[in-house]
């Protein structure tokens, strides 16, 4: 039986996490008794390194803008205060805007577009590795496949089917123009509005709306049964305006959705329960 040292803890425990504590920040922590500090050095630079590299092509316009001083104490700061919860290495990415947005502050140093670049460069790392299929006809019901989406539908006439893989975004700073010639302090003027979104050929591609067309991507996810036609109607109530006006100008919109793939078509009734 393992000898326990606090009551809680068998002793080779208690060395584990005085251990990972020492690596995780040595200035805090003392390394475990006994261990030679040539070792415990190999132990931290390696682990230290395989986060900051990886956090570095996550992120690579934010390490482009920092300072190595800065971008250095950022991910240092990280590794010792972040508890992970996602055990795949790419889960460290969104554990980084995670820290950003809820742990972080805002110390002076920070830009103070930081957490929401970190989200923008993460969004792209998150689709390029989605599982969701692209194509409509790829998925999955029961045993076979069906086709979700009809691509050449009345887009008036049926509900428009949005891809999975188009995330619509919005930001108070414009963080697809942000890097070394351009860095705000202060917000916009008005909401930047995005769809990122992965293409049939897996790239990763990023488009600028506006809040119309944010609008109508978010009611076409809200309201599936709703044809493009119920939609742009709703939006012309919103603004006050007559349906009518807004007829041409929105299948027009729909139209160039589809054909950037963020619109995969039209959806099709769900096929009967066998």
């Known amino acids: 039986m393992a000898e326990r040292v606090d009551g809680l803890r068998p002793r080779f425990q208690q060395l584990q996490y005085a251990f990972t504590a020492h690596l995780r920040d040595p200035e805090q922590h003392p390394g475990p008794a006994g261990i030679e500090e040539r070792r415990l050095r190999v132990y931290r630079e390696l682990f230290y390194n395989n986060v900051e590299g990886f956090l570095a092509n996550a992120f690579p316009v934010i390490r482009q803008l920092l300072p190595d001083a800065h971008w250095h104490g950022l991910v240092r700061d990280f590794y010792a205060r972040h508890q992970c919860r996602d055990p795949l290495f790419n889960g460290v990415a969104e554990e980084f805007v995670r820290y950003l947005q809820d742990e972080r502050g805002t110390p002076p140093e920070d830009p103070a577009f930081l957490p929401e670049l970190a989200h923008y460069e993460w969004v792209e790392l998150a689709l390029s590795i989605a599982e ?34 188009a995330w619509t975004l ?62 742009i109607a709703r939006i012309a109530s919103e603004l006050g305006t007559a349906a009518t006006s807004l007829m041409a100008p929105g299948l027009a919109m729909l139209q160039g959705l589809r054909e950037r793939e963020v619109i995969l078509g039209t959806r099709r009734p769900a096929p009967p329960a066998t």
């Open 132 to 165: 969701d299929a692209p194509h409509p006809d790829r998925a999955e019901l029961g045993a076979g496949k069906v086709s979700l989406a009809d691509p050449n539908g009345d887009l008036l006439a049926a509900p428009p089917y949005v891809s999975p893989l």
């Open 170 to 231: 919005g930001y108070d700073y414009p963080v697809h123009r942000i890097g070394p010639q351009f860095q705000p302090g202060e917000p916009g003027a008005e909401t930047t509005w995005l769809v990122v979104y992965r293409s049939r050929q897996d790239e990763v591609r990023f488009l600028e709306i506006n809040a119309v067309t944010a609008r109508l991507l978010s009611l076409a996810e809200e309201q599936p049964e709703a044809s493009g036609a119920e939609l």
